[in-house]
Each structure stands twice: as C-alpha cells, then as structure tokens.
C-alpha cells in the first residue's frame, strides 16, 4: 500500500532553480533513508544525494554546492533544491525511500520518476 508519489519535474531554463518533491503514501512505517537518483541519457542510474534517518547527507560531485536534499517529516516528504541548473543535469529523476515498517521490516521503494530538463 505505500507509494512514493513524484510530481511533474518540468522544463527549465540554465542556470535556474527547480525543487523535485516525492511522497510517500500510507502508514505504519518509519523512512530509514531517503535518496534521489537519476538517469542521463545513454547512462545508467545513478545516486544523485542521499538524506539518512539522522539527517546526515551526501552528494555525487557532479552536483554538491548546487543541489539540497531535504525532508518534510510530518509530510512523509522529501526534496531535490536544484540551483545553477545546466544542460547536463538533464535526466529523468527517481525518488528512493528506505522503508521500515513493524510487519514486514525494511523495504525498498522507488517513485514513478519525473523528466527534468534544461536548456541552453
């Protein structure tokens, strides 16, 4: 029953700034650790920030000084700050939540994903 709910990303411009947010539905679970991936054409995915239970982050290189993970608790929600976006950052972009819930312990789930892109 739980699902990560990913808006729209959206086309923008260089050099702009774009938030992704990504919610989990449901209840009787707690996040272990919230992640954001993406893939950029002809690559594999990969982890693009990650935010652990005791708030401790961390960033793939390509993108520290200019993207921020963050989270909503009462919402169940986490967030991608993009500033300073380049044409490079454009990929389809994937939420990652830890899950661990009484019944059926510690789960991985994934968001739909959301296209971001950005031109020149």
């Known amino acids: 029953q739980v699902q990560l709910v990913e808006p729209g990303g959206g086309l923008v411009q260089a050099g702009g700034p774009l938030r992704l947010s990504c919610a989990a539905s449901g209840s009787n679970f707690e996040i272990n650790a919230m992640r954001w991936y993406r893939q950029l054409p002809g690559k594999e995915r990969e982890l693009v920030a990650a935010l652990a239970h005791n708030g401790d982050t961390a960033y793939v290189d390509s993108v520290k000084n200019r993207f921020t993970i963050s989270r909503d608790s009462a919402k169940n929600t986490v967030y991608l700050q993009m500033n300073s976006l380049k044409p490079e950052d454009t990929a389809v972009y994937y939420c990652?939540?830890?899950?661990?819930?009484?019944?059926?312990?510690?789960?991985?789930?994934w968001g739909q994903g959301t296209q971001v892109t950005v031109s020149s």
């Open positions: 990652n939540f830890c899950l661990q819930s009484p019944l059926q312990g510690e789960h991985l789930y």
